[in-house]
T-cell receptor, first 110, second 118 residues
Framework: RKEVEQDPGPFNVPEGATVAFNCTYS??????FFWYRQDCRKEPKLLMS???SGNEDGRFTAQLNRASQYISLLIRDSKLSDSATYLC???????????FGKGTTLSVSS | NAGVMQNPRHLVRRRGQEARLRCSPM?????VYWYRQLPEEGLKFMVY????????ESGMPKERFSAEFPKEGPSILRIQQVVRGDSAAYFC????????????????FGPGTRLTVL
């Protein structure tokens, strides 16, 4: 089983749509979880951290289910500028290395 | 405050040559990490360094790859005798000193060096 697994997509949605990405991780001892965004193979940029209680940042909501080892990202009211690859990321136990999923590609069209 | 800087941004080498990739962390950051992204793949951790010390090199290939972060100057990722399979984007990230009691410190990524081996 891969350490971090994501549906690669692509997800093709119209502007204004709501889209959800899912991710599973294999190490039950993992403590830190994130969603990163990567545009056209540029550097990844932190979108948001993911907390057990769930957290929201504007149109973005992240959820963590430790029992199922499952992380999700919900994007509401999609914009053209949301088109990118979304990377599910888990820090290793020591907190010293990030373990990346392969990413889910989102394409938002007008 | 300048971000993480990497150079060169693009590097072309012939098989058997050496590649040297440089990374200057953000000001005030003393921790450097190297990641590799092969075509159509996710980023993979290679090595974590502090000044003059390699802390975790569990992701480094056993041969031809080395990394350093000297007391003065940038961190260097060195690939000897490059092969076509080394063609990839190499990203460097930096973070400040990890706070006591914290399980994680945010890593800030540089723009990457795209290595092409002919």
């Amino acid at each position: 089983r891969k350490e971090v697994e994501q549906d690669p997509g692509p997800f093709n949605v119209p502007e204004g749509a709501t889209v959800a990405f899912n991710c599973t991780y294999s190490n039950s001892a993992s403590q830190s979880f994130f969603w990163y965004r990567q545009d056209c193979r540029k550097e990844p940029k932190l979108l948001m951290s993911v907390y057990s209680s769930g957290n929201e940042d504007g149109r973005f909501t992240a959820q963590l289910n430790r029992a199922s080892q499952y992380i999700s990202l919900l994007i509401r009211d999609s914009k053209l500028s949301d088109s990118a690859t979304y990377l599910c990321v888990v820090a290793n136990q020591a907190g010293t290395a990030l373990i990346f999923g392969k990413g889910t590609t989102l394409s938002v069209s007008s | 405050n300048a971000g993480v800087m990497q150079n060169p941004r693009h590097l072309v080498r012939r098989r058997g040559q050496e590649a040297r990739l440089r990374c200057s962390p953000m000001k005030g950051h003393s921790h450097v990490y190297w990641y590799r992204q092969l075509p159509e793949e996710g980023l993979k951790f290679m090595v974590y360094l502090q000044k003059e010390n390699i802390i975790d090199e569990s992701g480094m290939p056993k041969e031809r790859f080395s990394a350093e972060f000297p007391k003065e100057g940038p961190s260097i990722l060195r690939i000897q005798q490059v092969v076509r399979g080394d063609s990839a984007a190499y990203f460097c990230a930096s973070s400040p000193m990890i706070k006591a009691g914290s399980s994680y410190n945010e890593q800030f990524f540089g723009p990457g060096t795209r290595l092409t081996v002919l």
